[in-house]
């Protein structure tokens, strides 16, 4: 994030997932200014023993959010900051990567600070986004931000949940002594049946 610039005085953080929110904590405390900044960090359930409570009485502002991801305006949220936006996570599941993608993309509105040449564009508000994706055989089609481009390809929703069931192959646990056929997901002995997910 430093090396992006991502760390810069005056932005506005959003932790999506942020459970107890210690990846804020640590993300303020690598910054050499923070006074300026806001941390907005999201999550749909309560934790306990929370990182925000180190932020009460000094720094930057640490505001908690409680809502499910797929529910919140950003635009709404930040109708009276003109900062820039960062978004991140450590650990964001499946759909929720998707949710929070389009939250950033979505939501927020151009920035209404004049360009300098009056026929470009207004720039987007969302400065960057740094998301430690997981889970993703717990994408779901409905949310997923790339179809149109999966669609270009002629994948479909049927596809798209084989996809999403393949991607937990590399993590299943098959040992080393298994045999080529068993690790496709083939019965033993029977290579020429179709893989289980097919």
Not at 15 to 30: I, L, N, P, T, Y
Not at 102 to 131: D, F, Y
Not at 137 to 162: M, N, T
Request: proline share 3%; net charge positive.
């Amino acid at each position: 994030m430093e090396k992006l610039a991502l760390l810069e005085n005056g932005i506005c953080f959003v932790e999506f997932g942020a459970g107890k929110g210690q990846m804020s904590h640590w993300v303020q405390q690598a910054m050499q200014h923070s006074e300026e900044s806001q941390f907005f960090l999201v999550d749909r359930g309560s934790n306990r023993y929370k990182y925000d409570s180190f932020h009460k009485e000094t720094g930057p502002v640490f505001q908690r959010i409680k809502v499910d991801i797929a529910h919140l305006h950003l635009g709404k949220l930040l109708a009276f900051s003109n900062q820039p936006v960062v978004g991140f996570s450590k650990h964001l599941c499946g759909a929720a990567t998707d949710l929070a993608l389009s939250c950033l993309m979505e939501t927020l509105q151009p920035s209404s600070v004049a360009t300098t040449t009056t026929t470009s564009p207004s720039k987007h508000r969302c400065k960057g986004i740094a998301i430690a994706t997981c889970c993703h055989h717990r994408c779901s089609w409905s949310s997923f931000v790339g179809r149109s481009v999966f669609v270009g390809w002629g994948i479909g929703a049927r596809d798209f949940s084989l996809v999403c069931g393949m991607t937990s192959w590399a993590t299943c646990g098959w040992k080393d002594g298994a045999s080529e056929s068993n690790k496709a997901g083939l019965p033993a002995g029977d290579e020429t049946t179709t893989p289980q997910y097919a």
